[in-house]
């Protein structure tokens, strides 16, 4: 489930952020990283840049496999959003359909918010001071919107009044723990920020004890995950903060053997991945790079994330 979420995500921010904006948009998130918003708890964050992103052939190509031009014109129409132009955005998910997305582009957020509000079928916040804001019931979620400054907005679905508080209370001023504020997750932002997507786990991976994976990352206490996409393929960086035992690139490999092998990896085409993998181990932690073959996607990338992006994108 786990690598499912993260795909997920990959192929939806793909086409929804961009670099980091550093123009006064005309409010106090205006201009800061947007990562500063999110508060302390997420166990997975993902920042993108996805306008960045779209430049890149690769990973066109997997937006193009899930989102057709036609469907992303009548999205851009009906929201304001223009997802392939959006500057830069932070997210999270919230089990078990939920999320919380933070993003800067060349809209009007005012306008975007007050658009969602209309296709609220129950809105029960409706307010333009200090900032405009709707929520409200729609389909089977509960959704909020939140213009942050003329070019930051707030999406969610099924976010609790509490962390949609806290991150209003963050946008006007830090005095609470961030989720990147712990040194470790700060060391990795600091290494990868200026990657165009990175999926970061501030805190120890969650997993069931007693396995093999389980006492490999027993020491593990932060990793990112940076993808840059080229021409025709993923560069991608697994960063891992933390002690391993002795072995722990041969046990990375045959790890890398079994992910690749199981119903999942075949899916997605990443049979490559154990034989041009490079493996780093020193006394911070672990750092695996390979080259995901765009080619060996796309049909696995299509059959998993399909019906997400459509339902993202028609309702």
Known sequence: MLVRQAWWLFILLTACGGRFGRGNDGGPSAGRPLVELIPEGPSWLIQARPRLLAEQDAARTLWRTLVSEEREHAFTARTGVDPLQVEELVGIELPPSG????????????????????????????????????????????????????????????????????VLARDAAHDTPGALDNADAASLYAEH?????????????????????????????????????????????????????PGAENNFRALARSLSSAQLGRALGLSRVPDNMAIRVDAQGTFVTFALEVSDLVAGVRMLFFDDLRQLFDS
Do not use: C, W
Request: proline share 7%.
């Open 193 to 245: 920020a200026a990657s165009p997507l990175v999926l970061f786990a501030p805190k120890p991976l969650a997993l069931a004890p007693g396995t093999n994976v389980a006492l490999l990352f027993a020491r593990e206490r932060a990793l990112a995950v940076s993808v840059r996409p080229t021409h025709t393929t993923l560069a991608t960086g697994i960063d891992m903060r933390g002690e391993f035992p």
């Open 99 to 166: 999320y919380l997305l933070v993003l800067r582009g060349p809209f009007d957020a005012g306008d975007v918010v007050r658009r969602a509000g209309e296709r609220l079928a129950v809105a029960d916040v409706r307010t333009d001071r200090p900032i405009v804001r709707r929520e409200g019931l729609a389909g089977q979620g509960r959704y909020a919107y939140a213009a942050l400054s003329e070019r930051t907005l707030l999406v969610a679905r099924d976010a609790s009044p509490q962390l949609v508080a806290s």
